[in-house]
């Protein structure tokens, strides 16, 4: 079990030990999760779980993105005014997700799987380094809100790494669920003080939004990789195509034959990165209200149409990214589908492998905590596209989120060997590629490729120009980042062993030698 946490990856390998599967390990996991890494997701975000299932050797996606509520209209949401307020808040998915999968493909009850996370919100826990410096980082938001200072200050003060830390509130709640189960959290008592709450300061979310919320089950995506297989998850998210054309548009590039530690390759990777950026922005979106050209951009066709754009002859980041001209088709929603995450990945000793992806968002999501519930509600609401009806991801009611969260299980010979994710928003997806490449292109065992320092173009703000790089600079050469400015990039450094570009979770399966490796 691999996961951000030492304590939710433990309270997974609890239930693998007590005989659980790898869907009831990765649930217990992702409840632990929201305790223990409250600021990057929770029960009042969202996810997708990538599934493979050894004995009818099957992959099951389950996304379960959030939704707009029915009363919310294009102008509604001030992207300025109200990111850090309830208004942010979609209609959350995790607690449906979770739980569909844990009766759909797993062994174990909800009371036995969410009792770790239960125990740990209860009884407390030596709060780990990041929690605590994420804590120090949003004091003042926490200071100025009652309900969330009473649990994330230690009386008032910041908490320090090592103190005992509960969350007795969220305890109640997750343990309303484990005997409520779905209906609880959608339609129960628990529903109406959640939009009793919301109401109170401003959402337009309402009982009918969550008692109509169900999960999909979508079909992966998927693209051979120097003659491995690459599955990963289609829309809404757009980080699965973004990662499968990188990846498609680097090997014919043939990325292989040049070291990381190269100008080549740092060329060939950001440009992908780049090109991959603006298609999956450009292109993605709901796919109940969009006929979406997702075949075509994973297609060996179009990166090859697209890898033109990368000169080796004469290497220049490009000041922008020219747009394709592929189709995308508004549709009529059918009333069946009405940089901050934490990633997942879990082996069983039966060959189940579940990849997963849960966020909130934003870091606390949209700031706004639920009375008396102990969890903080997503910002994903932001993440829709608030001006331009042409959109793909224009807001919509009842529409389903976008997000770039794309946990990934690589293929060899037909067998999953590596299941894969990160958190990080845009850096989710350059980050899976870069482990990817350092354990399938040059032979590094999984931790040694999660340590290796990162470079990635993902500024969208200015999607086109300039071509900045967010690079762990103190770990770079400095020649090779000399060289890298000469060709057009500019520098963003944001030091070492940063979330800014990513924070993988990985495992790893030695075939050969019936031996699995975990890192993060």
């Not at 297989?229 to 548009?249: F, K, Q, R, Y």
């Not at 004469?314 to 901050?340: F, I, R, Y």
């Not at 509600?377 to 009842?398: A, C, F, K, R, W």
């Amino acid at each position: 079990v691999s996961s951000g946490s030492v304590y939710a990856s433990q309270a997974g390998l609890e239930i693998l030990q007590a005989g659980g599967n790898a869907v009831d390990a990765a649930v217990a996991t992702a409840f632990a999760v929201g305790v223990c890494e409250p600021n990057l997701s929770g029960i009042g975000g969202c996810g997708m779980m990538n599934i493979y299932l050894a004995d009818n050797h099957e992959y099951e996606i389950l996304e379960y993105m959030e939704t707009v509520p029915v009363a919310v209209e294009p102008g509604w949401y001030n992207p300025e005014t109200d990111s850090a307020t309830a208004k942010n808040a979609a209609v959350p998915g995790q607690v449906a997700g979770l739980l569909t999968a844990l009766e759909k493909y797993g062994t174990m009850t909800p009371e036995e799987v969410m009792a770790p996370a239960i125990k740990l919100a209860r009884e407390g826990f030596p709060i780990e380094e990041r929690l605590a410096n994420a804590i120090m980082d949003s004091f003042d938001m926490i200071s100025a809100n009652e309900e969330a200072a009473a649990i994330y200050t230690n009386d008032g003060l910041p908490y320090a790494t090592g103190d005992l830390f509960k969350n007795e509130p969220l305890a109640d709640t997750l343990e309303a669920i484990a005997k409520g189960g779905i209906e609880e959290f959608y339609t129960g008592e628990l529903a109406q003080k959640m939009v009793d709450g919301l109401q109170a300061n401003g959402s337009l979310m309402a009982m009918e939004d969550l008692a109509t919320y169900t999960v999909a089950e979508r079909e992966p995506i998927r693209t051979e990789y120097y003659g491995y297989e690459v599955v990963t998850v289609p829309p809404p998210s757009n980080g699965g195509d973004w990662l499968l054309e990188m990846l498609n548009i680097m090997e014919e590039k043939d990325i292989s034959q040049y070291d990381p530690s190269t100008l080549e390759y740092q060329y060939i990777f950001n440009e992908a990165c780049r090109i991959g950026l603006v298609d999956s922005y450009t292109y993605i979106g709901d796919p109940a209200f969009y006929d979406l050209p997702v075949e075509e951009m994973i297609s060996d066709e179009f990166a090859a149409e697209r890898a033109a754009l990368i000169d080796m002859d004469n290497m220049q980041a490009m000041e922008s990214v020219p747009l394709s001209d592929l189709p995308v088709t508004k549709l009529e929603p059918t009333a069946e589908e009405s940089q901050h995450t934490t990633h997942i990945a879990v082996i069983d000793q039966y060959g189940n492998i579940v990849s997963t992806t849960n966020t909130l968002g934003n870091g606390w999501g949209c700031k706004f905590m639920a009375p008396g519930l102990g969890f903080f509600y997503n910002s994903h609401i932001g993440n829709l596209d608030h001006e331009n009806p042409d959109s793909p991801d224009y807001v919509m009611p009842g529409k389903r989120v976008r997000s770039t969260i794309s946990p990934s299980l690589v293929l060899q010979d037909g067998n999953p060997i590596m299941a894969v994710g990160s958190p990080g928003s845009l850096a989710i997806p350059p980050a899976v590629a870069t482990i990817i490449n350092n354990v399938l292109l040059y032979g590094m065992n999984v931790q040694q490729a999660i340590n290796e320092p990162r470079a990635m173009a993902i500024n969208r703000s200015g999607m086109d120009s300039p071509a900045r790089v967010s690079i762990e600079q103190p770990r770079f050469d400095p020649d090779l980042v000399a060289q890298m400015e000469g060709i057009g990039y500019e520098m963003k450094d944001v030091g070492v062993y940063n979330m800014a570009v990513g924070g993988i979770a990985a495992i790893y399966l030695d075939r050969d030698n019936g031996i699995f490796y975990a890192g993060a």
